[in-house]
């Protein structure tokens, strides 16, 4: 009986980690697009994510070192100036959300939905109108960014028990770069906050 139980949970583990493989496999790019390679510093205390434009250095992600529950992010260009920050400071939708600001000017507040399986957010204006939805499967390899007509203007991409993760943002997305990088940074640094807690 214990011996047949323990078949019974390989044969779940096999098929579970076969999902999360197949599940963590890049689709083909839907158009034509700018990638973004986000290597994950985690041997540091705090979030650090070094990220690369179509392989040149472009920024670095930092969090703070004393977070208690949430990870104020912030963006440097490569000679350490700010350029954007997203964090819990300011909410004009929902409590449960992150506020992202470039230059000084808020371009986006994400708001966290509840899902039986995966993590989704609607993403809003400064205006209070939601401008897109990000969604990402149970396993955190896949995410998807589409616009309010449907669109996919961003992807996100992550091997199964990997960090470091890739972003494709498509040419007709009309949310600035930054932003979009701080979205997928934000959620990042939320689902690994989650997987330690």
């Known amino acids: 009986m214990r011996k047949r139980f323990n078949m019974v949970l390989v044969v779940i583990a096999v098929i579970i980690l076969g999902i999360a493989f197949l599940t963590s496999k890049n689709s083909p790019a839907s158009g034509p697009h700018t990638e973004y390679k986000c290597d994950v510093q985690s041997l540091n205390f705090s979030t650090r994510i070094n990220i690369e434009k179509e392989g040149e250095d472009f920024a670095y992600v930092k969090g703070n070192l004393f977070r208690i529950v949430t990870d104020p992010l912030t963006m440097y260009d490569v000679d350490d100036n700010e350029l954007a920050h997203a964090g819990d400071d300011y909410h004009f939708i929902a409590q449960d959300s992150h506020?992202?600001?470039?230059?000084?000017?808020?371009?986006?507040?994400?708001?966290?939905?509840?899902?039986?399986?995966?993590?989704?957010?609607?993403?809003?204006?400064?205006?209070?109108?939601?401008?897109?939805?990000?969604?990402?499967?149970?396993?955190?390899?896949?995410?998807?960014?589409?616009?309010?007509?449907?669109?996919?203007?961003?992807?996100?991409?992550?091997?199964l028990f990997f960090n470091d993760f890739n972003i494709r943002i498509y040419e007709?997305?009309?949310?600035?770069?930054?932003?979009?990088?701080?979205?997928?940074?934000?959620?990042y640094s939320d689902q690994k906050y989650d997987i330690s807690n």
């Open 99 to 159: 506020a992202i600001t470039v230059d000084g000017v808020v371009t986006a507040e994400m708001v966290g939905l509840v899902d039986i399986f995966g993590e989704s957010y609607d993403i809003y204006n400064s205006d209070g109108e939601m401008i897109a939805e990000v969604s990402f499967n149970m396993f955190n390899t896949n995410g998807e960014m589409y616009d309010m007509d449907g669109n996919l203007v961003a992807d996100f991409n992550s091997k």
């Open 172 to 187: 007709d997305c009309q949310i600035d770069e930054k932003t979009v990088l701080m979205i997928f940074s934000s959620y």
